[in-house]
């Protein structure tokens, strides 16, 4: 059966490969992690759009504006769980390619137990107190009210999400990105259609929303466990790792190692999320209207962003296989090909968005002023995605090597010095909505120009040297 994602995917591979820009084996070697990553990444986030979109028909602009203002604080968890698994691919990828398989279950067991730790303390915070965290970010009687009910419900999947993120990472770093393709990107689609049936036919409206993200997040997490359990799922055939999920769960030394890497990539994570909450904030001085029209364009740009995924995680795997061997100039070959790989797949999505931007926005409004701004911060947000595809590609060693510092800084500095000034004088003077578009330009190019740097110095391997030991594991 043709995938067409694979198809696209392969063909930029052939194409570059053809112009002497990436090695042809590397390349297929790419493709092959990377596809069945983005076809996750493109159903869990047309999943997420679908949510916008249908609370969008069902109830209009303030349903969307209140899911903009809980997604921050839900996604916030998620990304303290994608840090985390970020470190867990580091120290997966690297036993991987040692040979030291027998650790593996370790440092997994290890990465559940810190998710765990991180993830549960803020459940318990949003299904409080979820109107008072709405309110503080919130404008709106309608959009607040919709808002505090998608939080609290929908703050139940942040522990099972973390969760699935380490599971998927886990597999990834052991060569094998298909299993987490079939099982998370089955579900967003089973997803859709309960969300679907729990919005329209039950008139559940936003709580529909978040109850079905509940209930596909825990049925993940299930499928993952038990399939690493046991080291194979069914129809799947045998999974390249097995993972004990039997006592000690704790290894100081793997802790210590997991939290060096996962700390800078978590607060980076927060900062980029975190930094929604004044964003939306100041964006909610334009009116809900200009609110509604943003969060579309935000997730419109994250859906474009799903190459990043798998092209971001193939070269975290890649680069840490080689890494973990004590392959440095093979690693260096895989982070520069990957590098260029992604770059030129974001060049493809980018165009194609910027041009179908106005039948996209129809897909989520019907007012004509509102479906105007959001064309016009979709074709922003277009821009703006291919610096994101710039800071993906030059994340992959840094993340595989253990050097996450950096990123968090450049994070911070467009959040703190270019992206929320903007958005202010875009409110308060006769900047306008300009401020808006050059917002989501400096957020994603300001961190993009910063993690690029790092990756030129090439520190990450003094670095990755430092750390050979402590990642690729001891009895």
């Given at each position: 059966?043709?995938?067409?994602?694979?198809?696209?995917?392969?063909?930029?591979?052939?194409?570059?490969?053809?112009?002497?820009?990436?090695?042809?084996?590397?390349?297929?070697?790419?493709?092959?992690?990377?596809?069945?990553?983005?076809?996750?990444?493109?159903?869990?986030?047309?999943?997420?759009?679908?949510?916008?979109?249908?609370?969008?028909?069902?109830?209009?602009?303030?349903?969307?504006?209140?899911?903009?203002?809980?997604?921050?604080?839900?996604?916030?968890?998620?990304?303290?769980?994608?840090?985390?698994?970020?470190?867990?691919?580091?120290?997966?990828?690297?036993?991987?390619g040692a040979g030291r398989t027998d650790t593996i279950g370790r440092a997994v067991r290890v990465s559940v137990v810190a998710a765990l730790l991180v993830t549960l303390p803020l459940v318990g915070l949003f299904w409080a107190m979820p109107g008072?965290?709405?309110?503080?970010?919130?404008?709106?009687?309608?959009?607040?009210?919709?808002?505090?009910?998608?939080?609290?419900?929908?703050?139940?999947?942040?522990?099972?999400?973390?969760?699935?993120?380490?599971?998927?990472?886990?597999?990834?770093?052991?060569?094998?990105?298909?299993?987490?393709?079939?099982?998370?990107?089955?579900?967003?689609?089973?997803?859709?259609?309960?969300?679907?049936?729990?919005?329209?036919?039950?008139?559940?409206?936003?709580?529909?929303?978040?109850?079905?993200?509940?209930?596909?997040?825990?049925?993940?997490?299930?499928?993952?466990?038990?399939?690493?359990?046991?080291?194979?799922?069914?129809?799947?055939?045998?999974?390249?790792?097995?993972?004990?999920?039997?006592?000690?769960?704790?290894?100081?030394?793997?802790?210590?190692?997991?939290?060096?890497?996962?700390?800078?990539?978590?607060?980076?994570?927060?900062?980029?999320?975190?930094?929604?909450?004044?964003?939306?904030?100041?964006?909610?001085?334009?009116?809900?209207?200009?609110v509604a029209a943003f969060v579309v364009a935000l997730r419109v740009r994250a859906l474009m962003n799903t190459p990043g995924w798998g092209f971001g995680l193939a070269s975290s795997s890649l680069v840490g296989q080689s890494l973990g061997a004590?392959?440095?100039?093979?690693?260096?070959?895989?982070?520069?090909?990957?590098?260029?790989?992604?770059?030129?797949?974001?060049?493809?999505?980018?165009?194609?968005?910027?041009?179908?931007?106005?039948?996209?926005?129809?897909?989520?409004?019907?007012?004509?002023?509102?479906?105007?701004?959001?064309?016009?911060?979709?074709?922003?947000?277009?821009?703006?995605?291919?610096?994101?595809?710039?800071?993906?590609?030059?994340?992959?060693?840094?993340?595989?090597?253990?050097?996450?510092?950096?990123?968090?800084?450049?994070?911070?500095?467009?959040?703190?010095?270019?992206?929320?000034?903007?958005?202010?004088?875009?409110?308060?003077?006769?900047?306008?909505?300009?401020?808006?578009?050059?917002?989501?330009?400096?957020?994603?190019?300001?961190?993009?120009?910063?993690?690029?740097?790092?990756?030129?110095?090439?520190?990450?391997?003094?670095?990755?040297?430092?750390?050979?030991?402590?990642?690729?594991?001891?009895?």
């Amino acid at each position: 059966m043709l995938n067409p994602v694979r198809a696209l995917i392969e063909s930029v591979g052939r194409l570059l490969a053809r112009l002497n820009l990436i090695g042809r084996s590397r390349a297929q070697r790419i493709s092959d992690l990377a596809w069945p990553r983005i076809v996750t990444g493109l159903a869990r986030m047309s999943k997420a759009t679908a949510d916008v979109g249908m609370v969008g028909l069902a109830l209009g602009p303030a349903a969307i504006a209140g899911v903009g203002y809980g997604v921050p604080y839900w996604t916030m968890t998620f990304m303290l769980g994608g840090g985390i698994a970020g470190g867990t691919i580091s120290l997966v990828s690297q036993r991987y390619g040692a040979g030291r398989t027998d650790t593996i279950g370790r440092a997994v067991r290890v990465s559940v137990v810190a998710a765990l730790l991180v993830t549960l303390p803020l459940v318990g915070l949003f299904w409080a107190m979820p109107g008072p965290l709405i309110r503080l970010i919130g404008t709106g009687d309608a959009a607040i009210g919709y808002g505090t009910r998608y939080l609290q419900v929908a703050s139940l999947a942040m522990p099972f999400s973390a969760l699935n993120l380490i599971g998927s990472r886990t597999l990834i770093g052991a060569d094998d990105a298909w299993t987490p393709m079939v099982v998370r990107a089955g579900g967003a689609v089973v997803n859709v259609a309960v969300n679907a049936v729990l919005i329209f036919v039950f008139d559940l409206g936003v709580v529909g929303a978040a109850l079905g993200t509940v209930v596909g997040s825990i049925g993940g997490v299930a499928i993952l466990g038990w399939g690493l359990a046991r080291g194979h799922l069914p129809g799947l055939g045998a999974l390249p790792v097995q993972v004990d999920w039997t006592a000690p769960y704790w290894h100081a030394a793997d802790a210590r190692h997991l939290a060096r890497i996962s700390t800078p990539l978590a607060l980076r994570k927060v900062a980029q999320n975190g930094g929604q909450f004044p964003l939306l904030a100041i964006v909610g001085l334009f009116g809900p209207n200009v609110v509604a029209a943003f969060v579309v364009a935000l997730r419109v740009r994250a859906l474009m962003n799903t190459p990043g995924w798998g092209f971001g995680l193939a070269s975290s795997s890649l680069v840490g296989q080689s890494l973990g061997a004590g392959r440095e100039p093979e690693a260096d070959e895989y982070a520069r090909d990957t590098l260029r790989f992604t770059v030129a797949a974001y060049v493809v999505v980018a165009v194609a968005v910027f041009i179908v931007a106005a039948p996209v926005s129809h897909l989520f409004v019907t007012e004509p002023a509102v479906q105007s701004t959001t064309t016009a911060l979709i074709r922003a947000a277009c821009v703006s995605v291919l610096l994101w595809g710039v800071m993906n590609g030059a994340m992959g060693p840094l993340r595989a090597s253990g050097d996450t510092t950096w990123p968090f800084y450049g994070q911070i500095a467009g959040l703190v010095g270019f992206a929320l000034p903007l958005a202010y004088l875009g409110a308060t003077t006769g900047l306008g909505i300009w401020g808006l578009y050059g917002t989501l330009f400096v957020e994603t190019a300001v961190p993009a120009a910063v993690i690029y740097y790092r990756y030129q110095t090439e520190q990450w391997k003094r670095i990755s040297r430092a750390n050979r030991q402590a990642a690729v594991g001891s009895a």
